[in-house]
């Protein structure tokens, strides 16, 4: 499935008033909206300790699962400037270099070792961890590394330490891992697998290979979604089209370059661009001029109007249903067999991209939440009433923040209840029946069949 190539735009999925727990040294957050700020969310440069909301609940509650869906870590761009120098950023690990971990150095002895693991297909000749001293196009960086064992590490003191999720002598069975095929997704899983079991038996690792970047494993047959994927496509370039000072500045980047302007739009220049600003490298020149901070917050900015703009037209919100019901669909039943008994694939990590996060957030209703940052991670947490066995509930939670009752099936059900969560029953009606409501359908098949209205 060819997704477009969503703008990085929102990030965290926190209420402004929650927001300084995310960047936490800018004690106040711009009236306005804030290219370079927003840019900032977005890098999400490893500093101070995050404090999160995971693993809070009533004394009296059991956690018995736990699923979360991450987007790979940062990244050098996919794209380059043409006839510029790229930004020069070192991919080997070096654990004396900033940003680092405490569990850098042991992290990569590690994955020298990993022959023993399952890797499925194509997963198996991707390398554990980056080592080129110029980044390959894609390539996770040192600080995609740092920001996923940081991510492993705080999932580990809120679920091992704390809750107990799994035993000392856990097994293969009591994990599912699932990632795309690029060396970005597996090593972003790896990094946070290794600091939440710290020196993990490589043998009781199993890595499932998803082609898909949205998971749709083997439901991927929908015809509408690619109709509403292209209806917003359309949407996306129109906007785009009306901004004159947008072309105005594309206009004058291709002059510096010495190019056509539409060659410049088509090598994605903002992905190459906030590589330069998230590492803090100066923007490229040319014998012509240099590229700028005000080129750098025109395009920003634009990607957060067409951001705004997306969740008010609704396309996109369509798309997003249809694309991702069989991820939601697996992470249900899945849910539901935990809370019958089973006692398999209690810890659950899909580790993917932007493309993948964006849609499930849409799709859940969670308009307050910024496009996915780098190495974001959304987790569902499955309790059980201590005082009524029977009784399971789940919490939502992006990036640390409790986003529960920002969905559209449960932002109601808190103002009549005492307890901090969702009952499960309302999650599985969700997807097993209310996503579909809109398109007057009653099933997934039906919904991907049927023509717009």
């Known amino acids: 499935v060819h997704l477009i190539p969503v703008t990085p735009v929102r990030e965290d999925g926190l209420n402004p008033k929650s927001r300084k727990r995310i960047m936490p040294d800018l004690l106040t957050e711009p009236p306005a909206i804030d290219p370079v700020y927003e840019a900032q969310v977005y890098c999400n440069i490893p500093s101070i300790a995050e404090r999160s909301m995971e693993g ?38 070096v654990p004396s270099r900033k940003p680092s971990h405490p569990q850098l150095e042991a992290f990569i002895k590690h994955m020298s070792k990993g022959s023993a693991a399952q890797m499925d297909g194509s997963l198996s000749s991707l390398p554990h961890f980056p080592s080129h001293s110029l980044c390959e196009m894609g390539e996770l960086t040192q600080t995609g590394v740092v920001q996923h064992l940081r991510n492993g590490q705080l999932l580990r003191e809120i679920y091992i330490n704390k809750h107990k999720l799994l035993p000392a002598d856990w097994t293969a069975r009591q994990l599912y891992l699932e990632t795309t095929g690029k060396s970005r997704t597996l090593q972003s899983a790896l990094a946070l697998l290794y600091a939440f079991l710290p020196d993990f038996d490589w043998k009781k690792i199993n890595m499932r290979h998803q082609w898909s970047t949205i998971f749709c494993s083997g439901s991927c047959d929908c015809p509408m979604r690619n109709h509403y994927l292209e209806e917003e496509q359309r949407r996306q370039y129109s906007l785009r089209v009306k901004n004159n000072d947008l072309e105005k500045i594309y206009v004058d980047m291709a002059k510096i370059v010495g190019i056509p302007t539409r060659q410049l739009r088509a090598s994605n220049p903002i992905d190459s661009l906030l590589c330069y600003f998230c590492h ?27 951001e705004r703009e997306r969740q008010e037209k609704k396309l996109y919100f369509l798309y997003a249903l249809l694309a991702t019901h069989p991820l939601l669909n697996q992470t249900v039943n899945r849910l539901q067999r935990i809370a019958e008994g089973k006692k398999e694939e209690v810890f659950v990590l899909y580790s993917a991209h932007d493309v993948t996060l964006s849609p499930v957030l849409s799709a859940l209703g969670i308009t307050e939440a910024r496009f996915p940052r780098f190495a974001a991670r959304l987790v569902f947490e499955l309790w059980q009433d201590g005082k009524r066995p029977r009784e399971h509930f789940i919490r939502i939670l992006y990036n640390g923040a409790d986003v529960t009752f920002q969905t559209s099936f449960c932002k109601d059900h808190y103002k009549r209840s005492s307890k901090p969560m969702c009952p499960l029953e309302k999650f599985v009606n969700f997807v097993k029946r209310d996503m579909f409501l809109i398109f007057n359908s009653t099933s997934y098949y039906d919904a991907c069949h049927r023509k717009a209205l």
């Open 280 to 306: 803090n490298v100066s923007f490229p020149c040319t014998k012509a001029g240099c590229i700028g901070m005000e080129h750098f917050k025109v395009i920003k900015r634009h990607q957060l109007e067409d």
């Open 56 to 93: 809070h609940a009533p004394h009296y509650f059991k956690l018995v699962s736990v699923q979360v869906l991450i987007r790979h870590g940062d990244r050098y761009p996919l794209y380059a400037i043409p006839k510029t120098k790229r930004p020069d950023i070192d991919c080997m690990l």
